[in-house]
């Protein structure tokens, strides 16, 4: 590790903090380490030192000497309006999504064509509500989730894929392409036999090596679409590449994939971990960014992986989540400063009866649950063991 101590007031977006002057049991912070990510955070770590130390190995300001090279833009992006007010408008953007991806999806079976036109706009409409609260529509999508498989899987991906984008400050119109890409990276799979697509077993040696053709129908597709953002294709080229040249279709490693390529293939992979899948079990967000952690460096970029977890959290949006009174809520809104510390929105009392109206905690307030004890997140709850339906009490 290449350490180096500087004043809180040099500190700046994509620095990584890797020790403090005073003991991490006398800070509110939750992570031995943790990556720079907005000037709210450096408010927070100026109220409780003076001085830290960066690892320069994992600067990501693209000046810090880092061995990961710059990943962060500079656009500065702030909640212009709350969740509540948001998931109105997201309500009709993800409509539009849908409407789109299905036209889309329509277009390639009957002409064998991409139409891009129904897409475009409804990306553009979802990014600018990512870019007023990211959390709106990734709430909505976890609450929602009624289409099929391969719907589900591209519009997750596409939220997730812009919304990590806006964390990482990039401008609007590089979101823009991250969220088509999201929604394209395997629309080449509508070139594959129903056959393949629908089993249930353990590929064979020879439906992996057909499966994998699917990148290459999907690249195919995009360049022969008219209106497409310039180097869209290449984000989907490379989402099956991996840092250590085990990916494919050409086996690129390291700084070969484009910073914008390997967030596809880091979300793809998270994406289709936490989804629901035929051939395996759908993993919980926490576990499924373990594991992404443990292949950091060798399958995915080291540092992407990083401000990935710091961008999903520890308690995701529309996460059931089990108070410490036994109460039950959905998160509806992260912390950045304190991921322990989310927006939650109580939906069933301690007896697993639902409470009505709602009510709202945001635990960085430590609103009281006892005379002696604040509100605190005991554990993740598996959504499907509710007795009721989240949606009802937001759509």
Request: some cysteine; aromatic content about 6%.
């Amino acid at each position: 590790m290449d350490k180096k101590q500087i004043p809180v007031a040099e500190l700046r977006p994509g620095m990584y903090v890797t020790e403090l002057d005073r003991p991490w049991i006398e800070t509110p912070f939750a992570f031995q380490g943790f990556p720079i990510t907005s000037a709210d955070q450096i408010n927070e770590v100026k109220k409780h030192c003076e001085t830290v130390f960066i690892d320069l190995d994992r600067d990501t300001t693209g000046d810090g000497g880092g061995k990961q090279g710059g990943i962060r833009g500079t656009v500065v992006y702030k909640e212009v309006t709350s969740v509540e007010r948001e998931m109105v408008v997201a309500k009709e953007v993800y409509s539009a999504v849908e409407t789109g991806v299905q036209a889309s999806l329509e277009s390639i079976r009957t002409t064998g064509e991409l139409d891009p036109k129904p897409l475009t706009s409804a990306v553009g409409s979802m990014t600018r509500s990512i870019e007023r609260n990211p959390d709106a529509m990734m709430l909505l999508f976890r609450i929602k989730q009624k289409g099929g498989e391969e719907f589900n899987r591209a519009v997750d991906t596409s939220i997730h894929m812009t919304t990590f984008g806006r964390f990482l400050q990039f401008p609007g119109e590089r979101l823009e392409m991250l969220g088509l890409a999201g929604l394209l990276l395997d629309i080449g799979k509508t070139k594959l036999p129903d056959a393949l697509l629908e089993k249930k077993d353990a590929l064979t040696a020879e439906d992996y090596q057909l499966s994998k053709t699917h990148v290459m129908h999907s690249v195919e597709l995009i360049r022969a679409a008219p209106g497409l953002p310039k180097g869209l294709d290449e984000v989907v080229l490379q989402h099956h590449e991996r840092q250590d040249g085990s990916g494919y279709p050409r086996g690129l490693k390291g700084r070969q994939i484009t910073i914008d390529g390997a967030i596809a293939g880091l979300v793809n992979s998270y994406s289709a971990l936490t989804s629901k899948r035929g051939y395996a079990e759908q993993e919980s967000p926490s576990n499924a960014l373990g594991k992404l952690y443990k292949v950091r460096g060798k399958l995915f970029h080291e540092a992407l992986v990083e401000q990935f977890i710091q961008c999903i959290g520890i308690y995701p949006v529309g996460s059931t989540v089990e108070l410490n009174t036994g109460e039950v809520g959905i998160v509806i809104a992260q912390n950045l400063v304190r991921r322990l510390q989310p927006r939650v929105m109580v939906i069933l009392d301690a007896s697993w009866k639902p409470i009505k109206p709602q009510v709202i905690l945001d635990l960085i307030k430590e609103p009281r649950a006892t005379s002696d004890e604040p509100y605190r997140i005991k554990r993740t709850l598996p959504r499907d063991k509710l007795p009721i339906n989240p949606e009802e009490f937001f759509l």
